[in-house]
């Protein structure tokens, strides 16, 4: 008889997207006439840029040629990217990152999904509330948590609230974890850490011989100077820090799939006595047996991000849509709204007004004005009372958005 990972029953249903889809459904339904708009969604919508498409073009055509087509590329990425990467990405920063602690993947999706894979199932994981899915539900299916109670929280993992009060930047924990999901610029708050409060999770990685996964899928749209775009960037990060990034919100890639994580070699974790046991090498043996490398003509495509023209061209789609932000800000504000995030994230994080729950905001405003956000409660017990709305639209209908949101 087989048996299943018992594990994926404790799945809560993916309640969030499925549910928004089936409320602006029936609200379209029975309005054919409202024209919605969908400020819902964490997916780019302007089309990939010039030096980016005429790089796959050339990457088909030598796909065509016996002389020039490639097969299996290497597992952990082409080295012309990988170098692209430690060019660009990193040593201007001033942070040190060898070519060979890069891995190259098809998202961040599956490198921040599969990177559990390598620590033990009695690990104590913690995690940002609200937080990206992903997080979880692999510590869920890997067998790291018990059920979830009435308010989605699975037993066994350490949630973090992220509020006002802390500028949505958790506080230590008050147990001792070590497994630490950290994401920022953070989707859904828009909020970013500093250095002085990413040195204080390195210190506490240290010093409690913990790991920090570090998600940077929105570096790229930072805009004001101080702010952190990698945790390397703080001393001692290497020690204790693996960080992932994305082409798909960057350069628009969503739709062709190319992304990285960061292992550098003096990473450690442990075995049960005390001995220290390197990351790198783990996670190389476990990404060349179960991947068989991005695609060549993903890669391609990504390094063209890296050409003068190419960086030039994803600068300005980045302004796009955070010009679209700040307008989103400026209009709720005066709205009267308290709304945080916008400056260095494409999401803003709304308070709803008169502390209205996040679901029932989200209905006044699909009936209102036709508007589609996403529920605050939808991404963890912390946030409730708040709506998240993504700056990822086109700058026309985000100003309508927001001229019937004011009438509200
Ligand atoms: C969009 C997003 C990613 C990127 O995922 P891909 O699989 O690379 O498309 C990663 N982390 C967060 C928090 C995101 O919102």
Redesign the pocket.
């Known amino acids: 008889m087989i048996t299943v990972n018992e594990n994926f029953l404790k799945l809560r249903a993916g309640y969030l997207f499925p549910e928004i889809a089936r409320r602006v459904a029936a609200f379209a339904a029975e309005n054919p006439d409202a024209r919605i708009i969908k400020l819902g969604i964490?997916d780019v919508t302007e089309p990939l840029v010039p030096a980016v498409i005429e790089a796959m073009h050339r990457a088909v055509d030598e796909m065509a040629q016996a002389e020039t087509m490639r097969g299996y590329g290497p597992e952990q990425g082409y080295e012309f990217l990988r170098r692209a990467v430690v060019e660009n990405d990193y040593r201007p920063r001033g942070v040190q990152v060898e070519t060979d602690e890069i891995f190259i993947s098809d998202?961040?999706?599956?490198d921040?999904g599969n990177i559990q894979e390598m620590f033990a199932v009695d690990n104590v994981v913690a995690v940002a509330d609200p937080v990206?899915p992903v997080y979880v539900d692999t510590n869920v299916m890997a067998g790291r948590t018990g059920r979830a109670d009435d308010r989605g929280r699975y037993e066994g993992i350490v949630y973090m609230p992220c509020t006002e009060d802390n500028q949505f930047v958790p506080a230590l924990p008050g147990e001792p974890v070590d497994l630490i999901y950290l994401?920022y610029p953070n989707?859904p708050t828009g909020a970013v850490a500093s250095h002085d409060q990413l040195r204080v999770w390195v210190e506490y990685a240290k010093a409690n011989r913990a790991i920090i996964l570090f998600?940077a899928?929105y570096e790229a749209f930072i805009t004001e100077p101080d702010v952190p775009h990698s945790i390397y960037e703080v001393p001692g990060a290497r020690e204790v820090a693996v960080e992932?990034r994305?082409f798909?919100?960057t350069a628009g890639f969503?739709g062709v799939r190319c992304?990285l994580a960061v292992v550098p070699k003096g990473l450690k974790a442990w075995r049960k006595d005390g001995t220290a046991v390197d990351v790198h090498p783990l996670w190389s043996r476990r990404h060349c047996t179960k991947f068989n490398g991005a695609s060549y003509l993903s890669q391609a495509a990504a390094a063209a991000v890296y050409t003068d023209a190419g960086r030039e061209q994803v600068r300005r789609v980045i302004e796009l849509y955070m010009d679209n932000a700040r307008m989103m800000r400026q209009a709720l504000q005066q709205a009267g709204y308290t709304v945080y995030g916008g400056v260095n994230a494409p999401y803003l994080w709304l308070r709803t007004p008169d502390g209205m729950a996040s679901w029932d905001f989200f209905d006044r405003m699909l009936r209102r004005a036709h508007v589609v956000g996403t529920p605050g409660a939808g991404f963890g017990a912390a946030g409730e009372g708040y709506l998240r709305l993504s700056a990822f639209n086109h700058p026309e209908r985000v100003r309508e958005a927001m001229e019937r949101m004011a009438r509200l």
């Open positions: 964490g998202g961040s999706k599956c921040t990206y994401c989707n998600d899928a992932f994305s798909s919100k969503t992304a």
